[in-house]
């Protein structure tokens, strides 16, 4: 009994570990859909942290989050256990708009968009409510994002997506700018 003991009290102290690990900071997720190509390709799997999202640290711009359906969506229909993942293009109180294929930011054309090509749609200029994000996919011409449902209310994320960890040969932080420069300086994230 005591050798049973020694043996099983371990894996299941582990196994709680891991599992509260993955409740509270960490949780792997795959990308169903192409909406992030050309950052994310269809079946990668990620690392999604989630501790700046509970502890409600900021989100800049460049962030890549995985959230909950927003209430436009659930209204739809959608499967309110479903998680989705796109790029935050505008936090709350910018000013945003896309006009003529261009992602306007606060009545400056964003230094870097993520934009995989020119947008084919054009969004009316809006300000971004308090508590409120506005997500978009890379691939913007094939994404089900907030411009067409809205910005995103900030208790709906998840988390950050970290690292990308399958396919081996593409692992690999995904590191992106905090202010819509491209990663390597000093105001990577991490």
Do not use: C
């Not at 996919?137 to 094939?142: E, L, Q, S």
């Not at 449902?149 to 396919?167: E, H, Q, S």
Request: glycine share 8%; hydrophobic share 45%; aromatic share 6%.
């Amino acid at each position: 009994m005591v050798l049973l003991r020694r043996q099983i009290l371990p894996v299941l102290a582990w196994v709680a570990l891991a599992l509260v690990l993955r409740w509270a900071v960490v949780e792997p997720r795959w990308i169903p859909s192409g909406s992030m190509l050309p950052s994310l390709q269809l079946q990668d799997r990620v690392l999604v942290e989630k501790l700046r999202a509970r502890l409600h640290r900021p989100l800049p711009v460049g962030t890549v989050v995985v959230f909950r359906p927003p209430p436009a969506l659930l209204e739809a229909g959608y499967d309110p256990n479903a998680a989705l993942i796109k790029r935050v293009v505008a936090q709350a109180g910018d000013r945003i708009e896309v006009r003529q294929g261009v992602l306007w930011r606060n009545g400056s054309p964003a230094p870097i968009d993520w934009s995989a090509e020119p947008m084919d749609y054009s969004l009316a200029p809006l300000t971004v409510p308090p508590d409120h994000l506005m997500v978009l996919g890379d691939n913007r011409n094939a994404s089900l994002d907030s411009h067409l449902w809205g910005p995103l209310p900030r208790d709906a994320v998840i988390g950050t997506a970290v690292l990308r960890y399958w396919p081996a040969n593409r692992m690999g932080w995904l590191r992106l700018s905090a202010m819509g420069h491209p990663p390597g300086g000093p105001e990577e994230l991490g």
